[in-house]
């Protein structure tokens, strides 16, 4: 019977499990091991000896210190200054304030490597300044939530360490394949915004000066040097990436603790818990979801959907919207990090076969995944601005529309100029 094969059964039981209300790391776990039970071809043992093996990586330790790099770097009120920067270089424009958020986006993801934490840090200084300055609560918390789409593609992001960890590709090419998408990706949104801005007058923050710019430059030069510290460091062999997230660690306790001093004894142990939770549940969900793969790769499941999607059609372009398509709706209803551990020992085989070079494969993975958070019912991101600005979830839908627009025109782009991903490693590594 088809619901007796073991892909089927798999199926059903992660929607079963995620329909209760489990845990992601739960229903990865449960899942996997009660298919290992109910196979006596499979030694129970294994149960215990591949989640500590998945999870016994020296790679992760670099997630762990990036999240210590981006909580502290959030609770040091370094977000102000990477504003003030950001003001005096687009606050003349069009709708200003909308302008400074997405740049300011883009600086603080290459600090933080998590979209939430940017949202968190941007949206609770810039949501309320907007709002003052006029513009809808709906349409400030729009732009800044997918703006923190950035803080997943450019380095270092944490979803694109993960990647590389499962596939098994390099972190340094990863790294240097998402510096130009993170870059379209903020050049349309601020496209995007602008053409609303004149559409509905939004205001201009005054005139563009050069001594403001070097001003405000000043104050953001020291942390702006973190992210120039990691690509150099890693682009250029210096260092690993789980050295440069120690680094990354390092230099932000200095910051905020020593140089500006907004972070006291007391703020900094509580921000290594939070971080250290973190990471656990990261831990966790990394060791249930490699015994779950083992066993999908154990029962060759990923060979056959490969086989069955070329089956449909060898053609090159339809099978990249499938994957496309699949992508953007698995990013809807799972977070970033589990779905990159399910997802890519699933379509890479498939990816492999269809030529596609695994760095630009990570690359439409990830873009795919960060549209696909922008929208409910998973929506994290969506969830943290909607709570900073004060309104529902359903408010802000129609305000996001054009931004999510904008990221899907990205997302094309990078599916048919595999160069855009794929120009800058061969250039640096």
Known sequence: MMFLDPGWMILILLVVLLIAGLPIAFVLGVTAATMILLDPAVVPQIIGLIPFGGANNYLLVAALLFMIAGEIMNQGKIAEKLIAFASSLVGHIRGGLAHVNILTSLFFSEISG??????????????PQMRKRGYPAAFAAAV???????????????????????????IAE??????????????????????????????????????????????????????????????????????????AAFW?????????RTVKLGTLIDTLRVAGKRSAMLMFIVATSTLLGWYLTNQRIPQDIAQAILGISENYWVVLLAINVFFLLAGTIIHGTPAILMLVPIFLPLADQLGIDRVHF????????????????????????????????????????AF???????LILVNLFPA?????????I
């Open 174 to 247: 990863l790294f240097a394949a998402g510096i130009l998408p993170g870059f379209m990706v903020c050049a349309l949104l601020m496209a995007t915004a602008y053409i609303i801005s004149v559409k509905r007058g939004y205001p201009t923050e005054g005139e563009f000066s050069l001594k403001r710019v070097a001003e405000t430059g000043k104050d953001a030069a020291i942390p702006l040097t973190l992210p120039i510290l990691i690509l150099v460091g890693i682009l250029g062999g210096i260092f690993t990436a789980t050295e440069a997230g120690a680094i």
């Open 252 to 260: 932000s306790i200095v910051l905020a603790a020593l140089v500006y």
């Open 362 to 401: 990570g690359l439409i993975l990830t873009i795919n995944l960060g549209i696909g958070q922008q929208t409910p019912p998973v929506a994290s991101v969506v969830l943290i601005t909607c709570a900073i600005a004060k309104i529902s979830i359903a408010k802000i839908i129609p305000s996001m529309l």
């Open 404 to 410: 999510i627009g904008a990221m899907l025109i990205a």
């Open 114 to 127: 998590t979209a939430t934490s940017d949202a968190a840090a941007i949206g609770s200084v810039m949501i």
């Open 420 to 428: 855009i991903s794929l120009w800058l490693p061969s250039v640096l």
């Open 144 to 170: 800044t939530s997918t703006s923190a789409t950035m803080a997943i593609i450019v380095p270092p992001s944490l979803n694109l360490i993960l990647y590389a960890y499962v596939a098994n590709a390099s």
